[in-house]
C-alpha cells in the first residue's frame, strides 16, 4: 500500500468530532447545572438581551453550518474522494527501479543539453581546471517551471554546483564565503497547484569586493562560467509580468549585463550556461564576446547532472535546439498578436488570432530568408530585412547543436526519383566521425516542396523547408561510420488545401502539388548538407476515395468559424505582411456554453439507437469490465455490458472524473482509481505519496531527438504509475511553442509539429503497451496561457490548425495509439474546446480512428453549464473543483450517457487500473454534521431556559410579638 495523507486526514477529523463532542457533553452538564442553580436561586437573570444575543446569533450560525456542511458534501463529494485519499494498492513487480528512472533523467540531460557555441575550442575544459562561478542561478538554479508540472530539489539532487564539482572542477569560493551569493534551502515538496515567481534575482554589480572582487577572480582564474536563468508557469506568460529596466523576461536586465560587460573585460573565457526553457534573446554572446554557450534547459533534479560532464568533455554534446533562438522577439510574426488582449464587445473576454498562419518559428525565418523578405513590425515600428541580415536576426537556427568532434553526412540511398502518392519516401544517410573523439550525431531531413501564388480563393502556403524526419546513430568513433535510414510515408507531406472542391458538397483536402520536391539533409534547418530530388507530375488530392490510408474518413473543412481576417502568404516575399498583422479584430462572437433546453425533449433525436428507448439500461447481465478487454469498440459484447449500469453510474462515469474514476458495481468494478498529473514525471495535486521521480523538462526532451529515449520514457511512465497505484497520466503535454513567450513552454516540445509527434506518439506508444491510461493533452491550441480559462477566443485558419497545431496530437492518435485526451480550456473560434464537436468529434473520431475518453481540462471558467451540449459534441467526463450534474430525462440523454460510458470503459478495458482506498469521509460528515445539530439544539433550549420567568417563592413574614 503506498500511503496518502487521506489517512492523516481522517485522522485529525475523528480527533476533531471527538473534541467537538466533550463540548457537547461539557456544553450539555453546563446548561443543566445553570438551570438548576437558576431555579434554586429564583433570582432573574442579568444581562438577559446580551446572553440571547449571543445564543440566538450562535443557533443561526450551527444551522447556517449544517445546511452549508450538506450542501458541500454532495457539491464536492468527488473532490472529497482525491482528498480523502488513504493509499493505492500499487505493484512492486515493475520491469523498472527507481535507480532506473533517475538514470534516464540523467540520460535525457546527456543527450538534450545543447552546446550552442565554441569559439576557439573554449570547452572542453580540463579536469581539475579552475573557474569563477557567476549568476545567481549557478547558485538557485531552476529544476523546473511551476503549476500542476512543478518539481522540487531532492536530497540527492544534482545542481550547477555539485555537478561543476563531481565533474572535476575547482570553483572560487570567494563568491560564498564573501556573500555574493547565497546558496537558499531547497523548498519542501508541497502538495498543489504551484506558481512559479517570474522574476530576475541577479545581483548589483557592487557586491563584488574584497576576495570576490573581479580582480581578485582573475588571479584564481581566466575563466568564467555564467548562469543565467528562467523558469515559466503554468497560468502566466511570460509576458504578463512586468519586468525592471525596461526589459522583457527574455532579456538580460540591468544587474545582468552589468555582471556580463565585467565579466567580458576581466576574464580570457567567458562561457554562458542558459537554465530556461524559453529560447533567450541572444544577441548579448556578441555584445560581449562570449566564448561558449551551453543550454541546460530546466534539467529536474538529476538532468543537471550532466552539465559539468559536458563542460569538461567526458559527454560529448549531441543535443540539438527544438526551437529557433533569436536576437529579438519581436521578428516573428505570433508576436505581433500574443498576450492578454480584451475584447471590446464581450464581457470578461479576450482573443488571439494566429494571422501568420503556417509561417511559426523556423518556417517563418527560413522562408523570409529564402524570399528575401523585408517586413516592418506593426506594433514597434522595427524592420527586418530576413535576405540581407538573417545572421543578424537568427542567433541559433532550429536543430542547432554543436560537438566536441565533427561528422560528414552524405546520402547513399534513395527510393523516391519519382513520388508516389501512395508510397513512402525513404533516405539513408551515411553518418562518419570525421573527428577525434567519439560522439553521436542527430540525421534531420528536409523536404522543400513545390510552392505557386494559387488562384485559389485562400490559396497553400508552403514553408521553404520543413523537418519530415529524423534518426540519431550510436556513439561513434573517430573515423567510424553508421548509416541511418529515414522513411516517411509521402501521404505525410501533403499540405492542407482549403478551397478544394471535395465533389460532395465539402470542401477541404490533404494535397500534393505537381513539381519537383527536394529533399535535405541539414545540420539544422539553415544549413544543407546533401540533398536528392524527386518529382510528381500531377496534383493528388487525398479526398474521397483517395483519402489518405490513415484516416477513417477523408478530411475536409472543420473550422471555417475559426477563420477570419488576413493569413500571411509567401507571395511576393510575404508583400501582405502589414494587411495580415493589421487585419486582426478585437470582436468576439458569443462566449455562451450553454445547454439548449429544448435539445433535450425525448424527440431531440429520433434516429438514436433502439438500444436505449425505454428501460435498456440496468439489466440484468453478469458481464464484468474485464470481459470486455481487448475486445474492438464495436464488439456487440459492449451494448450488453454498458446496459447493465444505471443510470447513477451512467451519470457519475461523466461527473466523478476529477482525478479519478468511481466504483461502478453493477460491471464488477468495486474500487476506485486515481489519475495522476505531471508531463515531467507523475505527480498530484491532493498528495505527495503519489509523487514519483521527475525528469527533466520536455524541451530538453526533444532535444535529444531519440526516439529510443522518448520510448524508454514512456516505458518507466507505465511503470511508475504502476508502482504508485495511479491509472491514468495527464500528460504528454504537446501544444506549440508558438510564442517564446508561452509560460508553459517547459511542458512542450517544440515549434516543430513533427518533432513534438514524433517524440510524444513514442512515449504514448510505449506508455499504452505498459497498460498506462495517457492523456495527451490540451487539445487544441493552448498555446497560450494567461487567460486561457478567461473566454479566450483562438482564431486560426484550417491549413494552419492541422498542419502545425493538431499534427502531434494525430500522431499520438494515429501512431501512439492514446485512448485518452484532455481537451483544452479555450474557445476555437467561438465555440468551446470541450464542446466542440468539429474538434472532438469530426477529426479525432472520424478521421482519425481515435477510439477512448476525452476529458476536459479544470474547468475555471463555469463551462460546467454546458455540460450535456458538451457529450453531444463527444466530451465523456468533466475535471471540475465544482462539481457537476448532467440530464438523464430523455431517451437522447441515456444515449449519450450510454456512448460516453463506452468511451470511458474502452479506455479502462484497455488500461491498467489501480484500486485506491479512500478514508470514509461521509461518516465524518455525517457525525459532524450531527453533533453540530445538538450543539444548535442547546443553544435553543439555553434560550428556552434563560427566558422562562422563574416560581415566585413567598416567604412567611413572622408575627410581631
Known amino acids: 500500500m503506498k500511503e496518502g495523507s487521506g489517512g492523516q486526514l481522517a485522522m485529525y477529523c475523528m480527533i476533531g468530532i471527538a473534541v467537538l463532542a466533550v463540548i457537547i457533553v461539557i456544553a450539555a452538564v453546563a446548561l443543566a447545572l445553570g438551570t438548576r442553580k437558576r431555579y434554586r436561586e429564583g433570582r432573574a437573570v442579568k444581562h438577559l438581551k446580551v446572553g440571547n444575543g449571543i445564543l440566538g446569533s450562535l443557533g443561526v450560525l450551527l444551522l447556517a453550518a449544517v445546511v452549508a456542511l450538506g450542501v458541500a458534501t454532495n457539491m464536492f463529494a468527488n473532490q472529497l474522494n482525491n482528498v480523502f485519499y488513504v493509499g493505492a494498492v500499487g505493484s512492486e513487480e515493475v520491469d523498472t527501479t527507481e535507480d532506473d528512472w533517475k538514470d534516464l533523467a540523467r540520460q535525457i540531460g546527456q543527450e538534450g543539453m545543447t552546446l550552442m557555441r565554441n569559439n576557439n575550442d573554449a570547452l572542453p575544459l580540463s579536469s581539475g581546471a579552475k573557474v569563477n562561478l557567476l549568476g545567481y542561478y549557478a547558485y538557485n538554479p531552476y529544476f523546473s517551471g511551476g503549476g500542476s508540472g512543478r518539481v522540487s530539489a531532492t536530497e540527492d539532487s544534482a545542481d550547477v554546483l555539485s555537478s561543476l564539482e563531481d565533474a572535476g572542477i575547482e570553483i572560487n569560493p570567494a563568491l560564498q564565503s564573501a556573500g555574493v551569493y547565497e546558496v537558499l534551502p531547497p523548498e519542501p515538496v508541497q502538495i498543489g497547484f504551484h506558481v512559479s515567481p517570474l522574476t530576475v534575482d541577479e545581483v548589483t554589480i557592487d557586491k563584488f569586493t574584497g576576495d570576490a572582487s573581479f580582480e581578485s577572480m582573475k588571479e584564481y582564474s581566466d575563466t568564467a562560467v555564467i548562469v543565467l536563468g528562467r523558469t515559466g508557469s503554468e497560468g502566466a506568460d511570460l509576458t504578463s509580468y512586468e519586468q525592471i529596466d525596461d526589459a522583457n523576461y527574455l532579456q538580460l536586465n540591468d544587474n545582468e549585463k552589468a555582471l556580463m560587460q565585467r565579466a567580458s573585460e576581466t576574464f580570457d573565457k567567458v562561457i554562458v550556461v542558459i537554465n530556461s526553457a524559453n529560447a533567450l534573446e541572444m544577441g548579448f554572446l556578441d555584445e560581449y564576446d562570449v566564448d561558449a554557450c551551453v543550454w541546460a534547459g530546466l534539467p529536474?533534479?538529476?538532468?543537471?547532472?550532466?552539465?559539468?560532464?559536458?563542460?569538461?568533455?567526458?559527454?560529448?554534446?549531441?543535443?540539438?535546439?527544438?526551437?529557433?533562438?533569436?536576437?529579438?522577439?519581436?521578428?516573428?510574426?505570433?508576436?505581433?498578436?500574443?498576450?492578454?488582449?480584451?475584447?471590446?464587445?464581450?464581457?470578461?473576454?479576450?482573443?488571439?488570432?494566429?494571422?501568420?498562419?503556417?509561417?511559426?518559428?523556423?518556417?517563418?525565418?527560413e522562408t523570409a530568408y529564402a524570399e528575401g523578405a523585408v517586413v516592418t513590425n506593426t506594433t514597434t515600428g522595427e524592420t527586418f530585412d530576413y535576405g540581407s541580415d538573417y545572421d543578424s536576426i537568427v542567433s541559433f537556427p532550429f536543430g542547432s547543436g554543436l560537438s566536441y568532434t565533427t561528422f560528414a553526412q552524405t546520402i547513399t540511398g534513395f527510393n523516391a526519383s519519382t513520388l508516389d502518392p501512395k508510397g513512402t519516401v525513404s533516405v539513408d544517410v551515411e553518418v562518419t566521425n570525421t573527428g577525434g573523439v567519439a560522439g553521436k550525431e542527430v540525421v534531420q531531413l528536409y523536404m522543400t516542396a513545390p510552392y505557386t501564388d494559387y488562384d485559389r480563393e485562400n490559396g497553400v502556403e508552403k514553408a521553404a523547408v520543413q523537418l519530415v524526419g529524423y534518426g540519431k546513430t550510436a556513439e561513434l568513433a573517430p573515423g567510424a561510420s553508421e548509416t541511418v535510414t529515414i522513411e516517411v510515408p509521402v501521404e505525410d507531406l501533403a499540405a492542407y488545401d482549403t478551397s478544394h472542391d471535395n465533389g460532395d458538397g465539402t470542401q477541404g483536402s490533404y494535397m500534393l502539388d505537381a513539381g519537383e520536391y527536394v529533399f535535405s539533409v541539414r545540420a539544422n534547418a539553415h544549413e544543407s548538407l546533401d540533398e536528392v530530388t524527386s518529382e510528381l507530375a500531377e496534383s493528388y488530392f487525398y479526398s474521397g476515395d483517395n483519402q489518405r490510408s490513415s484516416d477513417g474518413q477523408s478530411a475536409s473543412n472543420q473550422f471555417d468559424e475559426a477563420s477570419r481576417g488576413v493569413y500571411l502568404s509567401r507571395a511576393d516575399g510575404f508583400a501582405n505582411y502589414t494587411e495580415a498583422m493589421e487585419s486582426v479584430s478585437d470582436e468576439v462572437n458569443s462566449t455562451a456554453n450553454e445547454d439548449d433546453k429544448d435539445a433535450y425533449d425525448p424527440s431531440y433525436d429520433e434516429n438514436i439507437p433502439s438500444m436505449t428507448k425505454g428501460v435498456d439500461y440496468a439489466a440484468d447481465g453478469d458481464l464484468t469490465l474485464d470481459d470486455v478487454r481487448g475486445l474492438d469498440y464495436d464488439d456487440p459484447q459492449w451494448d450488453e455490458l454498458i446496459k447493465q449500469l444505471t443510470v447513477d453510474e451512467l451519470k457519475s462515469l461523466v461527473e466523478d472524473s476529477t482525478y479519478a474514476s468511481p466504483s461502478l458495481l453493477s460491471i464488477g468494478k468495486d474500487f476506485r482509481t486515481v489519475d495522476s498529473d505531471g508531463p515531467m514525471g507523475i505527480s498530484s495535486m491532493w498528495t505527495t505519496s503519489m509523487n514519483g521521480i521527475a525528469y527533466p523538462c520536455i524541451p530538453l526532451l526533444a532535444a535529444t531527438f531519440n526516439v529510443d529515449i522518448a520510448t524508454e520514457f514512456g516505458e518507466q511512465m507505465a511503470d511508475q504509475t504502476q508502482y504508485y497505484g495511479t491509472s491514468g497520466w495527464y500528460a504528454p503535454a504537446m501544444n506549440n511553442h508558438r510564442s517564446a513567450f508561452s509560460g508553459r513552454n517547459f511542458e512542450y516540445y517544440s515549434e516543430d509539429a513533427v518533432l513534438a509527434g514524433t517524440t510524444a506518439s513514442a512515449q504514448v506508444k510505449a506508455a499504452r503497451e505498459g497498460g498506462l491510461i495517457v492523456y495527451i493533452k490540451h487539445f487544441a491550441l493552448n498555446d497560450m496561457e494567461s487567460v486561457r480559462h478567461e473566454n479566450l477566443h483562438t482564431y486560426s485558419n484550417e491549413q494552419a490548425i492541422r498542419e502545425i497545431y493538431l499534427k502531434p496530437f494525430e500522431d499520438c492518435v494515429k501512431k501512439g495509439g492514446a485512448t485518452a485526451v484532455m481537451a483544452s480550456m479555450n474557445f476555437i473560434g467561438d465555440t468551446y474546446a470541450g464542446a466542440n464537436a468539429s474538434l472532438l468529434t469530426e477529426v479525432l473520431r472520424n478521421e482519425w480512428g481515435f477510439n477512448g475518453k476525452v476529458l476536459t481540462d479544470m474547468d475555471q471558467g463555469g463551462m460546467a453549464e454546458g455540460a450535456n451540449a458538451a457529450m453531444r459534441a463527444g466530451l465523456d467526463g468533466w475535471l471540475t473543483r465544482w462539481g457537476i450534474s448532467v440530464r438523464a430525462e430523455s431517451d437522447a440523454d441515456i444515449y449519450y450517457l450510454q456512448r460516453s460510458a463506452h468511451n470511458t470503459l474502452y479506455a479502462m478495458a484497455n488500461g491498467n487500473l489501480m484500486p485506491v482506498n479512500i478514508a470514509n469521509w461521509q461518516a465524518y460528515s455525517v457525525a459532524l454534521g450531527v453533533e453540530l445539530a445538538l450543539l444548535m439544539v442547546l443553544c435553543i433550549a439555553a434560550l428556552i431556559l434563560r427566558n422562562r420567568k422563574p416560581k415566585t417563592v413567598v416567604k412567611e413574614v413572622p408575627a410581631a410579638e
Do not use: R
Open 300 to 365: 529536474g533534479p538529476y538532468g543537471f547532472d550532466a552539465l559539468g560532464k559536458i563542460l569538461t568533455g567526458e559527454i560529448n554534446p549531441s543535443g540539438k535546439l527544438p526551437d529557433t533562438w533569436v536576437t529579438d522577439n519581436d521578428s516573428a510574426p505570433a508576436n505581433e498578436n500574443y498576450g492578454t488582449q480584451v475584447a471590446s464587445n464581450a464581457e470578461a473576454s479576450h482573443y488571439v488570432d494566429y494571422v501568420e498562419g503556417i509561417y511559426v518559428g523556423y518556417k517563418w525565418y
